[in-house]
């Protein structure tokens, strides 16, 4: 419990990894199609694709839709970098709606104040694995002409009245990070259900390449491929993931029915239908006057892992305040100011979160031993 994450390897994974590297297949192979297709089936979706990691997922969903550099693309600010920053990358211009206070998700009512003429795209990002309110977001989406990539980077395992998130949008994109559900060590996924931006991702990520391969290429793309020895933890992981999430679920409801009981305290409420994939547990803490930081350092004496996971929104991190103006697009883009954007919840849920370890690694005992830490520290 002195970790926030800690990967869940067994010999499983050790043995094909193994066997992979046994058999020469170190590029992307045989256990990245296999992954892609128990993938696709564990979300729903028509078509998985994986990719060398969660941000070159994203950055291929906007790739694969074609959108401009110029246009406006909506997304939230407590989140981790990369959700902003792909959308840098070919010259999109992040627009930053607020979040909600109970959920700590992106506020549908604020998407719809930020939409201009120049929108083009909703990026909602799943925040700690909760589910964000997909169902509003799509009839915004539908409303206003817009796609909508899903950052379901944190949330394997989370669904809105049983159907996964990542599938609601046009695309949807995960990440394998070591820390998160199911892990690669880096590693990423991107799905769809639509063949034709299916078939155009599979060759972005493959230097262009057409479905035979070869050396003909047919697009301006990159090389963000699954190496095969990834793929074979990622095949295995997934195969473990619903026990997983099942540990990670016992853990999560315990801490947060303490949660609940201690006044300053409060976690992210989860909607009726929704299904929090628990990745991280990070409650915010009402009372200013009690030290964030003094809470951090309490909990990490006693041996029990904590931190402050987004403590800078993104708006108000140097990138934007000051990189975005020595980045290459802003030559040919107009993008706002951001030392001028004011979203007070987002920076007050940045400022008074903490996380508390919820890991599938932690023991009853340990969960019995920050349940009572909370208490003596709060109550
Ligand atoms: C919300 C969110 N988006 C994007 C990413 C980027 O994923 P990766 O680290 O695999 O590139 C992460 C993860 O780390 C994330 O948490």
Not at 67 to 83: D, L, R, W
Not at 332 to 351: I, N, Q
Not at 363 to 379: C, R, S, W
Request: hydrophobic content about 40%; charged content about 20%; overall charge negative.
């Amino acid at each position: 419990m002195e970790h926030i994450a800690q990967p869940q390897i067994s010999e499983e994974e050790i043995s094909l990894v193994a066997q992979t590297i046994r058999s020469g297949s170190f590029v992307e192979g045989e256990n990245a199609r296999t992954l892609e297709k128990e993938f696709a089936k564990f979300v729903g979706a028509k078509h998985a694709i994986c990719a060398v990691n969660g941000t070159a997922a994203l950055h291929l969903a906007i790739e694969g839709l074609n959108i401009p550099p110029g246009v406006e693309m909506i997304t939230s600010a407590f989140t981790f970098i990369a959700s902003a920053n792909v959308i840098t990358f070919g010259g999109g211009i992040p627009i930053f709606a607020d979040i909600d206070p109970n959920t700590f998700n992106i506020d549908p009512e604020k998407i719809k104040k930020a939409i201009t003429p120049k929108t083009r795209c909703i990026l909602p990002i799943h925040i700690f694995g909760l589910p964000a309110d997909m169902k509003a977001i799509s009839e915004i989406a539908t409303e206003h002409d817009l796609m909508i990539i899903e950052d379901a980077c944190q949330a394997h395992g989370g669904y809105v009245d049983k159907k996964h998130v990542g599938t609601f949008g046009d695309v949807g994109c995960f990440s394998f990070y070591a820390t998160k559900n199911m892990i690669t060590g880096e590693g990423g996924m991107v799905v769809t259900n639509d063949d034709e931006l299916a078939e155009r991702i599979r060759s972005l990520k493959n230097h262009g390449r057409g479905a035979k391969g070869g050396y003909h290429h047919h697009l301006i793309a990159y090389n963000y491929r699954l190496p095969d020895p990834l793929a074979a933890i990622g095949l295995i992981q997934l195969r473990k993931l619903p026990r997983m999430l099942e540990q990670r679920r016992k853990n999560a409801e315990l801490i947060r029915e303490t949660i609940a009981e201690l006044e300053p305290l409060k976690a992210q409420t989860i909607p009726r239908g929704f299904t929090h994939a628990h990745y991280v547990c990070a409650p915010i803490i009402e009372n200013p006057g009690i030290s964030v930081n003094k809470v951090i350092s309490d909990l990490r004496n006693r041996g029990i892992g904590s931190r402050q996971i987004y403590s800078i929104p993104c708006h108000q991190q140097p990138t934007y305040l000051e990189g975005i103006r020595n980045w290459r697009w802003n030559k040919f883009v107009d993008y706002p100011d951001y030392s001028l954007v004011r979203l007070p919840v987002s920076e007050k849920v940045a400022s008074s979160h903490f996380e508390i370890p919820i890991h599938p690694g932690i023991t009853n005992d340990e969960v019995m031993t920050i349940q009572k830490t909370l208490i003596e520290i709060f109550a």
